[in-house]
């Protein structure tokens, strides 16, 4: 999807709320800030290029529908290109641009901190191998939606579901979705999964910088019998996991499977992985 096809209505809706500073502000505000702050920022050199992403954020982020379901796929992949073996968000420019670092602020809070491409859906349905998934740490479930409308059976859980708590990393904002699929507290996590049948475990990512949620998390999965861990996030020593969590991977769990068509933010070092207890 390369061009946003916008019907004469649709244009005309867009025209009348950007002519209106008062209503957008009021009504999306996160928006309204990257209007105002993006024309200061560098952008890639490709000025076409670059509206043409602004008028898709703009369109989907104002409650314009998505045709593939996937507005967050919808707004990023005609920015995606391959840069050294990887698939990135780049704009087409190896070292992207302040104009898109900024873009990618707004997209991470409003929809999830990792890219959900359609394959990489596909990829996470068949690593798990019929088997249903849970998310720990869900955030606004922007991915068990995905996973959901591709015909995964998902439970969703976080400690702070956005919406009903204060979640720092999705807060909420007018005009903005809270969720995209239900997220359960951990307390309903316990009840639901205390005497649960095999599942596979889906941690998307889960915090870094010393917070062991992730280890925690997957010396719980271990205890329960657990053996399908699919792990989306960056290598020890980056912004996800904690040093405990991956001393388990290396010790009790062997790499089956990892999305070679997974996408990433040019400034980051996430992949998809898919693991198995040996």
């Known amino acids: 999807m390369s061009d946003l096809a916008l019907t ?4 005309a809706e867009l025209a009348a709320l950007l002519g209106d500073e008062r209503r957008l ?3 999306f505000p996160r928006v309204a800030d990257y209007l105002d702050t993006a024309p200061m ?3 890639t050199g490709d000025q076409a290029a670059d509206s043409a992403f602004d008028l898709r954020l703009v369109h989907y982020l104002t409650g314009g529908e998505s045709p593939t379901g996937n507005p967050y796929w919808d707004i990023v992949s005609p920015s995606v290109s391959d840069h050294e073996g990887r698939r990135v968000a780049n704009g087409g420019k190896p070292t992207g641009s302040a104009r898109l670092g900024y873009a990618q602020t707004i997209l991470q809070a409003a929809y999830a901190y990792a890219i959900p491409s359609p394959q990489t859906i596909a990829w996470v ?3 798990s191998n019929g088997l249903p998934i849970v998310e720990l740490g869900a955030g606004r479930g922007y991915w068990a939606a995905q996973l959901t409308n591709y015909g995964t059976i998902v439970d969703a859980y976080d400690s702070e579901p956005p919406g009903t708590s204060d979640n720092m990393s999705f807060p909420d904002a007018a005009g903005q979705r809270d969720v995209w699929h239900e997220i359960h507290d951990l307390n309903q996590y316990e009840a639901r999964n205390a005497h649960r049948d095999e599942f596979a475990l889906l941690l998307c990512w889960p915090p870094g910088w010393g917070n062991s949620m992730a280890s925690a998390a997957l010396a719980e999965f271990t205890r329960r ?3 399908r861990l699919i792990f ?11 040093d405990a969590f991956f001393e388990q991977l290396e010790s009790n769990w062997g790499l089956e499977s990892q999305d070679s068509q997974f996408v990433s933010w040019w400034n980051l070092k996430d992949v998809a992985q898919g693991w198995v207890r040996r």
């Open 8 to 11: 004469q209505e649709r244009r």
């Open 225 to 227: 019998g657990g053996n």
């Open 25 to 27: 502000r009021a009504d």
């Open 41 to 43: 920022l560098s952008g």
């Open 232 to 242: 989306v996030g960056e290598p020890r020593g980056g912004k996800t996991g904690d």
């Open 125 to 127: 349905n068949e690593f």
